[in-house]
């Protein structure tokens, strides 16, 4: 593959992290639209986006997009795209997802019946082939419909990359490893400063974090679909990739990462996580209570996912719940905090509005991302 465009979806409201994530591996942005970020590439590329991005829900290789009003014009338009160009004659392949907003065509079902149906038309007439085993390598097919205007990718990455391996056993209603990178990400915590999470649950938020201080690439320890795909993506370059991953991991001097919860199940789990990833050593994890949050050093940070009413707490308690954790942050002068949930009365209780206040649907979920700020640490002086 010589140049070619990759799209990266993510959560919304989080494409400028995703963004300078592309950026800063090197790649050149095409197009940013709610939930994607499309961007220019080649085959390294797909290695090093599946391996090396924090905040993408997967990669995806643009095959194409077009405008269709109709099932007659889906068709036609999808067998016009060059499948040969990707898809070997024992590849198996099928549109695996289909969503369509403010299209004409809404029915996802008829929508990946009809795609499919084009996409053998145009494989037949290519490989001269009238049945095709589809025993080999996986090329599962998206589709976006976004007011008719139909965008086609092949699925490089197989399970989500939020999946990144390490956790097998969650909490209730744990967070996402791709959002919870990403809200670190919006946040100024560096490797060097405090992190506390005082509701971990299954301890994302810290093993996000104690992954970005060592410089652990995300995508290291699992596999992806495109692996398969040496049709397309050299072998090599996944090795080479991983490679370039290993040597990039540095190990902090010292770091203070800390998670709280006040189930003691729960933070088994995160401890078992945590040594998943390979950070366990990095991460102080204890059974505490958010009454009891306190930490004897000043400008921390507190970065958190508490519950909101969504299958954890009956709505009821969190009044109670948001107040304590409002008065413990208080005990913290020169601390800022940062929390992420869908409950409304949130500052009304924490008992302080927010500096800034960001939308962030998780899934369907509409969130508010609360940023509570401290003052900035004074500027250390050289000798």
Same mark, same amino acid.
């Given at each position: 593959?010589?140049?070619?465009?990759?799209?990266?979806?993510?959560?919304?409201?989080?494409?400028?992290?995703?963004?300078?994530?592309?950026?800063?591996?090197?790649?050149?942005?095409?197009?940013?639209?709610?939930?994607?970020?499309?961007?220019?590439?080649?085959?390294?590329?797909?290695?090093?986006?599946?391996?090396?991005?924090?905040?993408?829900?997967?990669?995806?290789?643009?095959?194409?997009?077009?405008?269709? %009003? +109709?099932?007659?014009?889906?068709?036609?338009? &999808?067998? =016009?795209?060059?499948?040969?160009?990707?898809? $070997?004659?024992? !590849?198996?392949?099928?549109?695996?997802?289909?969503?369509?907003?403010?299209?004409?065509?809404?029915?996802?079902?008829?929508?990946?019946?009809?795609?499919?149906?084009?996409?053998?038309?145009?494989?037949?007439?290519?490989?001269?082939?009238?049945?095709?085993?589809?025993?080999?390598?996986?090329?599962?097919?998206?589709?976006?419909?976004?007011?008719?205007?139909?965008?086609?990718?092949?699925?490089?990455?197989?399970?989500?990359?939020?999946?990144?391996?390490?956790?097998? %056993? +969650?909490?209730?209603?744990?967070?996402?490893? &791709?959002? =919870?990178?990403?809200?670190?990400?919006?946040? $100024?915590?560096? !490797?060097?400063?405090?992190?506390?999470?005082?509701?971990?649950?299954?301890?994302?938020?810290?093993?996000?974090?104690?992954?970005?201080?060592?410089?652990?690439?995300?995508?290291?320890?699992?596999?992806?679909?495109?692996?398969?795909?040496?049709?397309?993506?050299?072998?090599?370059?996944?090795?080479?990739?991983?490679?370039?991953?290993?040597?990039?991991?540095?190990?902090?001097?010292?770091?203070?990462?800390?998670?709280?919860?006040?189930?003691?199940?729960?933070?088994?789990?995160?401890?078992?996580?945590?040594?998943?990833?390979?950070?366990?050593?990095?991460?102080?994890?204890?059974?505490?209570?958010?009454?009891?949050?306190?930490?004897?050093?000043?400008?921390?940070?507190?970065?958190?996912?508490?519950?909101?009413?969504?299958?954890?707490?009956?709505?009821?308690?969190?009044?109670?719940?948001?107040?304590?954790?409002?008065?413990?942050?208080?005990?913290?002068?020169?601390?800022?905090?940062?929390?992420?949930?869908?409950?409304?009365?949130?500052?009304?209780?924490?008992?302080?509005?927010?500096?800034?206040?960001?939308?962030?649907?998780?899934?369907?979920?509409?969130?508010?991302?609360?940023?509570?700020?401290?003052?900035?640490?004074?500027?250390?002086?050289?000798?």
């Amino acid at each position: 593959m010589n140049r070619i465009e990759l799209i990266a979806p993510c959560h919304f409201g989080l494409e400028a992290v995703l963004k300078r994530e592309i950026l800063d591996l090197g790649y050149e942005i095409s197009s940013v639209e709610d939930g994607r970020v499309t961007f220019q590439g080649d085959a390294e590329a797909v290695c090093r986006a599946n391996i090396f991005l924090r905040t993408a829900e997967r990669v995806l290789l643009k095959v194409g997009s077009f405008q269709a %009003v +109709s099932f007659e014009e889906l068709f036609e338009k &999808t067998k =016009a795209l060059p499948w040969e160009a990707y898809i $070997p004659k024992d !590849g198996k392949f099928w549109v695996t997802k289909a969503s369509s907003v403010k299209s004409r065509l809404f029915s996802p079902s008829d929508i990946q019946s009809v795609m499919k149906k084009a996409m053998v038309r145009r494989l037949q007439e290519h490989y001269h082939m009238e049945w095709f085993p589809e025993d080999g390598p996986e090329y599962p097919v998206r589709v976006f419909l976004m007011k008719d205007q139909v965008t086609v990718g092949i699925d490089t990455s197989g399970a989500s990359l939020h999946k990144r391996g390490y956790r097998e %056993v +969650s909490g209730k209603a744990p967070i996402t490893e &791709t959002l =919870a990178a990403a809200l670190i990400m919006l946040t $100024p915590w560096r !490797g060097d400063r405090i992190l506390v999470d005082p509701f971990c649950g299954s301890g994302t938020f810290p093993i996000e974090a104690a992954m970005m201080a060592a410089n652990i690439a995300p995508g290291m320890n699992r596999s992806f679909t495109a692996e398969k795909w040496t049709n397309l993506i050299p072998k090599k370059l996944w090795y080479d990739t991983v490679d370039e991953a290993s040597d990039l991991i540095r190990e902090p001097e010292e770091t203070d990462i800390q998670g709280y919860d006040a189930d003691e199940d729960v933070i088994r789990i995160a401890r078992r996580n945590a040594a998943e990833a390979g950070v366990e050593h990095m991460i102080h994890f204890q059974r505490r209570d958010v009454r009891d949050l306190s930490h004897p050093k000043k400008y921390g940070f507190i970065i958190t996912n508490p519950p909101y009413g969504e299958r954890l707490e009956d709505k009821k308690d969190l009044p109670e719940l948001y107040r304590a954790f409002g008065e413990s942050f208080r005990r913290l002068e020169t601390w800022s905090a940062y929390m992420i949930t869908s409950y409304e009365d949130a500052e009304r209780y924490f008992g302080r509005k927010a500096d800034k206040n960001r939308k962030i649907y998780n899934g369907m979920l509409k969130t508010y991302f609360y940023q509570f700020q401290g003052p900035k640490p004074p500027r250390k002086t050289g000798r």
